[in-house]
């Protein structure tokens, strides 16, 4: 069966709005049509076979529940629902499907789990779900390109959100690591991505020497493979990143240096700072070259499609 459509919840606003529109572009590069829907009912009724990627708060009656059985597959994103505490009181980290929803999902087989955050397959967050896959972020090869730019030429960037996700732990620890940069005589950008175009960011991103990563409190408590998806853009677009310890970045990236306090990141860019170009040159292409091979969206789209009950 051809199938041609594939249908994809729309994000507004965040890191989800980034996240599915490099789905959206990766769809469109193997060659589907791709739908943005903000409501399933939108998609009620479609007579030709198509593909879906929902999120579990958008299947909850009868109708939603149809659009998903109805589909060739769905791609549902799930929710844990056994966050410890203080994270599982927040409506930022809980699931919003019904137990009655949930239940009729984990017995339909066109229908796929996925979490960024999945544990050696055990997905320990999620005991409501009957198997949960590993779509871990990645990079927009589409969207990003190769820009060079003086004008953004940094010798270290950092873009990011102050995400507050309920517990404001982001700005703070924001501020233990850049504090070690305040007294540096390098040229230094740290911006906030909302307040950036997506051609600045790119630019930035391509045009400065080192690029740092953090991750958020919360990543760093349960979401043991949720790495950001700031590491797959700076090393799509740079190659040449230094990342606090988190996630799955030292197993899939191991020549990513990774600082465990905020001296160590200062110590570690300086390293980079003052490495030969040649040397420097021959890291960043490593690096660009297994993202492309190993984490665009367009990877992780093959990967869903791969998924088996």
Not at 80 to 87: A, I, Q, R, S, T
Not at 104 to 127: E, K, Q, S
Not at 136 to 160: E, H, M, P, Q, T
Request: glycine share 6%; with cysteine.
């Amino acid at each position: 069966m051809l199938i041609k459509d594939v249908f994809i919840k729309r994000q507004r606003t965040d890191a989800g709005k980034w996240i599915y529109e490099g789905y959206r572009s990766a769809w469109q590069s193997l060659g589907y049509s791709a739908h943005y829907y903000d409501n399933l009912s939108e998609v009620s009724g479609f007579e030709d076979p198509y593909y879906l990627m929902a999120i579990d708060g958008d299947v909850n009656n009868k109708e939603s529940l149809s659009v998903v059985k109805d589909s060739q597959k769905t791609f549902l994103y799930v929710q844990p629902n056994c966050f410890p505490k203080p994270y599982g009181h927040h409506p930022n980290f809980q699931c919003h499907c019904p137990d009655e929803a949930i239940d009729i999902i984990n017995g339909l087989d066109n229908a796929f789990l996925w979490c960024f955050d999945n544990v050696d397959g055990t997905a320990p967050f999620h005991t409501k779900w009957k198997k949960v896959n590993t779509l871990s972020l990645a990079f927009d090869s589409i969207s990003y390109k190769n820009i060079k730019d003086d004008r953004y030429a940094y010798d270290v960037c950092y873009i990011g959100g102050r995400a507050n996700n309920g517990f404001d732990k982001k700005y703070r620890i924001m501020l233990n690591y850049f504090g070690k940069f305040r007294d540096s005589k390098r040229k230094i950008g740290i911006f906030i991505n909302k307040n950036l175009t997506h051609e600045q960011e790119n630019a930035i991103l391509c045009n400065s020497k080192v690029c740092l990563n953090i991750h958020d409190k919360y990543q760093k408590t349960f979401m043991t493979k949720d790495t950001n998806e700031r590491t797959f853009k700076s090393l799509g677009c740079n190659g040449i990143l230094v990342s606090d310890k988190e996630g799955f970045t030292p197993k899939n990236f191991p020549d990513v240096l990774i600082a465990n306090t905020p001296d160590q990141m200062l110590e570690l860019t300086e390293y980079y700072l003052n490495m030969p170009e040649p040397e420097l040159a021959q890291i960043r292409e490593k690096h660009k070259n297994l993202i492309y091979e190993k984490h665009t969206y367009i990877e992780r789209v093959k990967e869903a499609l791969a998924f088996e009950q």
